[in-house]
């Protein structure tokens, strides 16, 4: 714990630093996005120069080309009178005129080099309609004149003044390029002092980040040890509680079973012992009196019952506190006489596959008290026509399951203020056993008990014995 910083002056400073060092460093982020924006978009528009300036200066080379082939065309034609000439002719006359449109559209809307590219285009017009002059003339079969025309100069003139037009729209658009390159140069120049600047202050910032993050992750080591040392207190603490409320639970499991033992004995040797004597007293009252009157023989008779009524009740009591058929006939016969009486009772099937099973009082005791709450939880509140019980034993471990066909429940659901099914669980875990509980509504609902198989002492009777009368 020495190494935390518990310092409240270095988390201020931290703060302080903080508070500045975000706007500085958002500010640097914002120069630096600036900077790269305007990189991007200068140099964005110098490569669309430099692409209409490469496609203008193929589509003049192809202008001029198509005049040479229209010319040439045109000439073959007149000298030899074969159409075949005038193939290229047309061919090249398509070719000018999308050419010429593809230029007026792509540099006709700069004030630049409007005015180059309309002259562009009435020295190309001129040059087609003499072309077509002459062609019109040897078809109206003026041979002199198309002759003339065709043997004069102006076709060539019109070619050089197209060729010089050309020439100076490439020189004033390389001119243009020249200076947008200078702008592109001092661009990318700002914008990589702006990427050094703000790679050094990356740089920085990691360097602090890894300064703080060991601060950080000293403190943190810290702190962690510190929570698992108290985790692991508190682990053992939750152990050693649990293991407590677990053994309270058994011994107040065990002393509530001993007491009900205990008042058994009692109730079946005191009062037993009062009421039996009440009994032969009537009897013995009854032959001495010898004949005595009906109203007092109906009173002696309601009395000798109202005796049998008491030992009645008494034995019910008694079993309830402590089931004798547990301690006289053993496990298995407990639970098929709990099954009958509780069919008796209720009028619900149970069915018993039991089998002889090795434990001691306390777990005999347990298995029993969970079936019986099982069957009051069944007739109670599953509204069942059915249960199935069984019982057995894989050598290692007793196996008790207890299976109705009533409504079920939603487990998710069960209210805390249920103590029956938790009373059974703490039984379970009273005797280092578990409970499982399984329902679902409209499916029923199936519990399945497990214990260690302990064997009882030797002077105690499991599944068999002495049967005592405590009427």
Known sequence: MDALDLNPLKPLDRLRRSIFALPLAAMAALIVVVINETSFNESTSILVDLAEHGSARLDLQALMLGLAEAETGKRGYLLTNRRSYLVPYERARVTIDATMRRLVETHGKDPATRQQMLAIERKTQERMSELSTALEMHAAGKETQWRALLESDIGREKMEELRELSSQFLEQRNANIQVRRADLIET?????????????????????????????????????????????????????????????????????????????????????????????????????????????????????????????????????LRPSSLSNLGLVAALEILAREFTQRTEIKVHTMLEHVTLDDEGQITVYRVVQEALTNAAKYAKASEVTISLGSDGERVTVGIEDNGIGFDQSRVRHSTHGLTGMRYRAEGQRGGLQIKSTPGRGTQLELWLPVRRPPANDTVDGGEVVDIS
């Open 188 to 320: 990318l120049r700002l914008n990589r002092i702006g990427v050094n600047v703000m790679a050094a202050l990356a740089l920085m910032a990691v360097l602090l980040f890894l300064r703080e993050s060991r601060t950080s992750a000293r403190a943190q080591a810290a702190h962690d040890l510190a929570l698992q040392l108290e985790r692991d207190r508190l682990e053992v603490e939750v152990v050693r509680r649990t293991a407590e409320s677990t053994e309270l639970a058994r011994h107040l499991q065990s002393a509530r079973e001993d007491e009900r033992a205990r008042l058994a004995r009692e109730l079946h040797d005191e009062l037993g012992a009062l009421l039996t004597a009440a009994k032969l007293d009537v009897a013995r009252l009854k032959r001495s009196v010898g004949e005595i009157q009906p109203a007092a023989q109906d009173r002696l008779k309601s009395l000798n019952g109202t005796i049998d009524n008491g030992i009645a009740l008494k034995r019910r009591i008694i079993e309830d």
